[in-house]
C-alpha cells in the first residue's frame, strides 16, 4: 500500500519557466512533509520540508505548498534551471523517526 | 565529516551467494536508516536503528534478510541467499533525533544474476 504517491513518474519543463512537482498521501496521521533531490549515481538529498501546521514554505527558488484538506503537496521551483534536471522525492512522517517516501518525479529542464 | 559512507558502491553476484553491504554512519547521529530503491516502489524502509538498537524491522521483505548494527559507527545489511529480484539500489541513511533531513549515502547497487 503506496501511502505517498507521486503519480507523474516524469516531467519536463522549460528553462526559465516554472515547475511542479505534485504528491499525494493517503494517511492524514503525517505531520510532517519533505522533498529530497536525487541526482544519478549519488544519494538524495533533502531539499525542503513543510509542517502540517502550514500550508507553505519557501526557500529562494524552491516552495512547497500543503494542502490538508485534499492530503496533496505541491513543490514549485521558479525559475527552473538545468541544475534542476534530478529525481525528485516527496516523503512524509507522523512523529516517529520513520520517513515514508514517494516513488519519485524525474525532472528534465530543458535548456 | 565525510558523510554516511557506503561500500561498495556496485556489487554484482550470483543468484544463492551471500551478499553484505556496509555503512558507516555520520559519527553523533543517533539514528540509522536502511532503504532500498526501485521503480515499483520508490524508496522503501528496510529497517532502522536507534542508538544500535533495531526499532522497526517491518519493511525486510523476507528471512533472508537481515541488518546488524554492532556499534555507532557501523552496521551492514546481509541477504543469504540472494535472487534476482533483490537486484536494486541500497541506501544507507542517518540522522539526529528529530532531524526529519536524513543524510544519506551514495548506495549500492547490486545486481544479482
Known amino acids: 500500500d503506496q501511502q505517498v504517491k507521486q503519480n507523474s513518474p516524469s516531467l519536463s519543463v522549460q528553462e526559465g519557466r516554472i515547475s511542479i512537482l505534485n504528491c499525494d498521501y493517503t494517511?492524514?496521521?503525517?505531520?510532517?512533509f519533505l522533498w529530497y533531490k536525487k541526482y544519478p549515481a549519488e544519494g538524495p538529498t533533502f531539499l525542503i520540508s513543510i509542517s502540517s501546521i502550514k500550508d507553505k514554505n519557501e526557500d529562494g527558488r524552491f516552495t512547497v505548498f500543503l494542502n490538508k484538506s485534499a492530503k496533496h503537496l505541491s513543490l514549485h521551483i521558479v525559475p527552473s534551471q538545468p541544475g534542476d534536471s534530478a529525481v525528485y522525492f516527496c516523503?512524509?512522517?507522523?512523529?516517529?523517526?520513520?520517513?515514508?517516501f514517494g516513488t519519485g518525479t524525474r525532472l528534465t529542464i530543458i535548456p | 565529516d565525510a558523510g554516511v559512507i557506503q561500500s561498495p558502491r556496485h556489487e554484482v553476484t550470483e543468484m544463492g551467494q551471500e551478499v553484505t553491504l556496509r555503512c558507516k554512519p555520520i559519527?553523533?547521529?543517533?539514528?540509522l536508516f536502511w532503504y532500498r530503491q526501485t521503480m515499483m516502489r520508490g524508496l522503501e524502509l528496510l529497517i532502522y536503528f536507534n542508538n544500535n538498537v533495531p526499532i522497526d524491522d517491518s519493511g525486510m521483505p523476507e528471512d533472508r534478510f537481515s541488518a546488524k548494527m554492532p556499534n555507532a559507527s557501523f552496521s551492514t545489511l546481509k541477504i543469504q541467499p540472494s535472487e534476482p529480484r533483490d537486484s536494486a539500489v541500497y541506501f544507507c541513511?542517518?540522522?539526529?533525533?528529530?532531524?526529519?533531513?536524513?543524510?544519506f549515502g551514495s548506495g549500492t547497487r547490486l545486481t544479482v544474476v
Open positions: 494517511n492524514s496521521m503525517f505531520d510532517y
Open positions: 541513511a542517518s540522522s539526529l533525533p528529530e532531524d526529519y533531513g536524513y543524510t
Open positions: 516523503a512524509a512522517n507522523f512523529g516517529n523517526e520513520k520517513l515514508t
Open positions: 559519527s553523533g547521529h543517533d539514528y
